[in-house]
């Protein structure tokens, strides 16, 4: 490759030094910025690239194995973990290299650690053919649309990587934009983890024991949650003779989605923030797409104020724990298995192992409550976009780079997905017989042979490493019996498809969901200093009014003027700036 740069410089020179005899234009490093170079050097090794790999010379035609008639190497950082023993002597490797002709010389790096060790090598100018599982945040910004060092793929996908492509189609039109930059360009190709519970995480279970026992329902509304926790306090549900019922109750730290005001505000307004002050005030933290899609905040709403008061109004009762705001799950978990009587009547999570041991009899207890229905009508589910993200980036040193893209690709068909994820065909998984149904009531796919070890040292599969499409429709066609217990862990999947496809996708909110946006280095250092500021403001001011230090009726005000002071309108310039910029306005 540096030969070839030298070469080329060469050239150059010789071109400049007769072109210097006529009226000739200025120069690229003249007239172009840095940026606009790096970019269109960019572009001319893709489309190069890409040529090359239509010609047939040095790959096999897309789809076909092996990539090669004749062995290729590449080099390859990856980050990975005690889950994989050796990359090298793995039973997957060995098995793919013999599929493809194409050797890995791994550079392992410890996923502990790894963006400082990516950083040094971004920097250090020595770069391998591509990165797997090892990034750095501007990854793609700085170092691809910027300086030149990661390439853009897309002209590489659409010329060679038909079961890529395959795969792309099973999610809605346009997700392949959520991957490109501002400049319109793909600069790593994705991983697909699909989970279909996991779109709809932002759960509330209640004790059904508790219900029968006071002589209520299922709750529907805001207005029958509220009877339903007053009971739960006052009718001694557990029987033992003591008030020492908790009618509800979350946690603000660790976890998954076991803060409570997520689930109960969704009944005024659509509201994502998580409260949790460790949390990404980037991506949870209120934001939500208008009706004529423009990027806006829930935070300043009268529908938010609404929806405080009435979160106040539990607290004050005594229905809403105190403890919510300063406990974690682990905490949360005690209180829900306590010993000595049952406490907990109404508590948020993703899944039950948030909140109790599973399998387990308190466990058992609880099912999932419906989205809310609020004083005006309002009801609507959390909703979390299950998108492709990137794992796999080429640099400019790769000779060739369609080779990469073309070893890569058969991992994104459902045999190569299922192999590097979980193990062999007839060892680990086989596919689905006639009869067999899989965990969304459909036909099955594949079968699950043994226990699936993503975690434990093993040397047979990649487990998490690597690009693969596990789609909805791959993880839902997993054969199950129809008839399992619930609440056991065999169960434990088709248990929570069944409660979010009964309970939650009917309310889902995709339209109103900010898709991801990218920025340039200088807006990604800017936004990042003010959102900071930002979550600490609207996360205390938020926890202050449920718990009665601040007043919805007295402080709403100054609130309001402390989010202009905190850069509200600057945050929602640049983040309506990017939308535009990358989704048009769709």
Not at 35 to 41: Q, Y
Not at 83 to 100: I, P, R, S
Request: charged share 20%; hydrophobic share 35%.
């Amino acid at each position: 490759m540096k030969r070839l740069l030298i070469l080329s410089l060469c050239l150059v020179m010789l071109v400049s030094l007769f072109a210097g005899c006529g009226n000739a234009a200025p120069a690229a490093s003249d007239s172009a910025s840095p940026a606009e170079s790096a970019s269109s050097s960019a572009s001319a090794s893709d489309t190069a690239a890409s040529t090359e790999a239509g010609s047939g010379s040095i790959v096999t035609p897309p789809g076909e194995f092996p990539v090669s008639s004749e062995k290729q190497t590449y080099t390859c950082v990856i980050a990975t973990g005690p889950f994989v023993e050796d990359m090298f002597t793995n039973k997957f490797t060995t098995f793919y290299e013999e599929k493809t002709n194409v050797h890995i010389e791994w550079q392992v790096i410890p996923e502990q650690g790894k963006e400082e060790k990516v950083n040094i090598i971004l920097a250090s100018g020595d770069l391998p053919d591509f990165f797997m599982n090892a990034s750095v945040p501007d990854m793609e910004v700085k170092y691809g649309t910027q300086e030149g060092m990661i390439i853009p793929v897309d002209d590489l996908i659409d010329n060679n990587m038909v079961h890529l492509q395959e795969a792309m189609a099973a999610y809605p039109a346009g997700s392949m934009d959520t991957l490109r930059q501002l400049d319109g360009k793909l600069y790593g190709l994705p991983t697909m983890s699909d989970c279909f519970h996991c779109s709809h995480a932002v759960k509330m279970w209640i004790t059904q024991g508790w219900l029968v026992k006071v002589g209520r329902w299922l709750p529907t509304t805001a207005a029958e949650v509220g009877v339903v926790l007053e009971a739960f306090k006052e009718k001694d549900p557990n029987g033992n003779g003591k008030q020492d019922e908790i009618p509800l109750v979350g946690a603000i730290k660790g976890g998954w989605h076991n803060t409570v005001d997520k689930f109960l505000l969704n009944s005024f307004l659509y509201y994502d923030m998580n409260v949790n002050p460790e949390a990404d005030a980037g991506t949870e933290a209120g934001w939500f797409l208008t009706a004529d899609k423009k990027v806006d905040t829930a935070l300043n709403k009268d529908a938010y104020k609404a929806g405080l008061t009435w979160l106040n109004s539990l607290y004050t009762q005594g229905l809403l724990y105190d403890g919510s705001f300063t406990q974690d799950n682990t905490q949360l978990t005690q209180l829900v298995e306590n010993p000595d009587a049952e406490l907990v009547g109404c508590v948020p999570g993703g899944w039950g192992g948030t909140y109790a041991k599973v399998p387990g009899e308190r466990y058992s207890q609880y099912t999932a409550v419906a989205p809310l229905k609020g004083p005006d009508g309002t009801q609507g589910a959390v909703t979390i976009l299950q998108t492709p993200s990137n794992s796999l980036w080429i640099t400019s040193e790769a000779k060739n780079p369609e080779v990469i893209v073309r070893w890569a690709d058969w991992l994104y068909t459902v045999e190569g997905s299922l192999t590097v994820r979980r193990g062999f065909e007839d060892v680990s998984w086989r596919k689905a017989t006639e009869g067999e149904t899989g965990i969304n009531g459909k036909p099955a796919v594949w079968t699950q042979l043994i226990p699936w070890n993503d975690s434990e040292p093993q040397n047979e599969t990649w487990t998490r490493l690597g690009v693969f499409a596990e789609t909805d429709g791959l993880r839902l066609g997993q054969t199950t019996d129809l008839k399992l217990e619930r609440t056991s862990m065999e169960g434990l999947e088709l248990f929570l498809y069944e409660q979010t496809a009964e309970k939650y996708r009917p309310y889902a909110k995709f339209d109103t969901v900010v898709p991801p946006l990218k920025y340039t280095d200088a807006d990604m250092t800017e936004l990042a200093s003010l959102k900071a500021e930002y979550g600490k403001y609207v996360k205390q001011a938020h926890v202050e009014f449920i718990t009665g230090k601040k007043s919805t009726e007295k402080d709403w005000d100054a609130y309001l003027a402390g989010l202009e002071s905190v850069g509200l309108a600057r945050i929602l310039e640049m983040m309506n700036a990017s939308y535009t910029a990358i989704y048009g306005g769709k």
